[in-house]
């Protein structure tokens, strides 16, 4: 049966003018997007379908293109026109950050690491730098790869931040196993960090650790700062 069979109270488009975009199911906001099923399947059917077989939203969301445009009834420019609702989110998020005390809005940043960090398939290490209001001035990955294996240097770590006139800076990086536990390598370089900036008059506010589509491990939340 098409959507536009259903009773009116049980359409996706709606019950999200009725209740809110939060009311809806993963199914029903992917529906929308999508705007049509194919032949056989509903809007929600697809979306269903396409949830089941890339294993979540968030793994369809950054599914390569050959993948994504290999499901029947995609294709590259439904492909192009995911990517650029996720990077729209990326960039409003990035604006809150830029406009607001990040101590008071730390779910956007949380967030907005977790779009940009979460589903990458090698280890990152990031910093945002903040200016003296605690507003994200920009970000820069530093590093690529294991960080016990990468070294993270102080003074390149420093230099940026001199450069850049940062107050303070907020550190991430990411763990492409999905496991978010702090390890030992990760607080040592913390500490080393943190001792390297406070030489120069700057802190480290935080410590994230992202790990797919998890909540980001802060490491002030554990007390490891």
């Known amino acids: 049966m098409a959507i536009t ?3 009116a109270e049980e359409r996706p488009r709606e019950r999200l003018l009725a209740q809110g975009a939060s009311a809806l199911s993963d199914a029903e906001l992917l529906a ?30 950054n599914a390569p293109i050959r993948a994504f ?31 607001r005390d990040v101590l008071d809005s730390p779910t956007a940043v949380r967030d907005w690491l977790r779009l940009k960090l979460g589903q990458l398939p090698h280890e990152v290490f990031m910093i945002l730098l903040l200016d003296a209001q605690n507003r ?15 070294s993270v240097y102080p003074r ?21 196993s999905g496991l ?21 008059d ?10 797919g589509n998890a909540r980001p491990v802060s490491f002030a939340e554990r007390g490891l700062l």
């Open 69 to 99: 445009a290999a499901f029947p009834g995609m294709g590259p420019a439904k492909y192009a026109q995911l990517q650029a609702v996720l990077e729209l989110s990326r960039r409003a998020l990035a604006e809150e950050m830029a406009q």
């Open 136 to 150: 994200v001035m920009g970000s820069e990955v530093l590093f690529r790869g294991t960080l016990s294996q990468t």
């Open 180 to 200: 978010g536990e702090p390890s030992n390598a990760d607080q040592m370089l913390t500490q080393t960090l943190s001792k390297a900036l406070s030489l120069v």
């Open 202 to 211: 700057v802190r480290v506010l935080d410590h994230f650790i992202v790990a």
């Open 32 to 61: 929308l997007f999508l705007r049509v099923g194919i032949k056989g399947k509903s809007a929600v059917d697809l979306a269903r379908d396409l949830l089941g077989h890339f294993g979540g939203l968030s793994a369809l969301c």
């Open 156 to 176: 390149e770590v420093v230099k940026l931040v001199l450069e850049r006139n940062a107050a303070s800076v907020i550190l991430a990086h990411n763990h492409p």
């Open 5 to 7: 069979d259903w009773p």
